[in-house]
């Protein structure tokens, strides 16, 4: 006769197989273990590369922003003033909603899709009109909130709790290098020009520099 005993014995027989079972399984896990070997890109661990190129991109970036926003503030006027206050204004209420939008993409479309805001407003500055300077201040409002939350996620995914220290100051120390390529070009744009000429060179010619940076090393 089948008693209780006898189901308890096989109720116990099963969950050790289920066990054994479970324990045999491989368990994938993103831990960087002695051994791991990170995959190559032109040599280079692609962590590396990642960050190299997250570093040189804001590079570009940033050399083409700087300068323009330089001379947009002294051509600008009021205008300049006025749009300065709606970027930040903007970056500060878009900086809550930034990390959701980095959250969907991911920060390399994140970061790309920032950095068209500056291409926006950038270009924006080519006629001066100001409905459209006023709306590429928003654009790159959204897009700097969105570009600086991705580049802070990009750069803690590529980097180890061992090398971050080293490679967010690898970063800030590249990226300040950012305010000397616009100003030398712009030194050799305006040289020997009289203060109406170089107005007049500076709107037309700091956009056109600014986009060229971009598009070109970025």
Known sequence: PVTA?????MEDSYTEAFLMEKDSEPVETTEKTDDYTPLLTLGLPRNTVNLITLTL???ALFSAWQTTQLFAGKLLGQLGEVS???LYGVLSVASFVAPFIVQ???PRYGAFCGALGYV???????YMI???????A???????ACLWCAQGKYLTENSTAQNRGFCAGAFWGIFQLAFVPGNIIS???LEDKDATEVDDIAARTAPCVGDSIQWVLG
Do not use: E, K, M, N
């Open 130 to 136: 100001t409905p459209l300077v006023l709306v590429g």
């Open 187 to 189: 030194h050799f744009i």
């Open 104 to 106: 969907r993409l991911g």
């Open 84 to 86: 300065l206050g709606v």
């Open 5 to 9: 005993t006898h189901f308890d014995g």
């Open 57 to 59: 991109s804001f590079f």
């Open 138 to 144: 928003c654009c790159i409002g959204v897009g700097a």
């Open 120 to 126: 926006v407003f950038i270009s924006s500055l080519v």
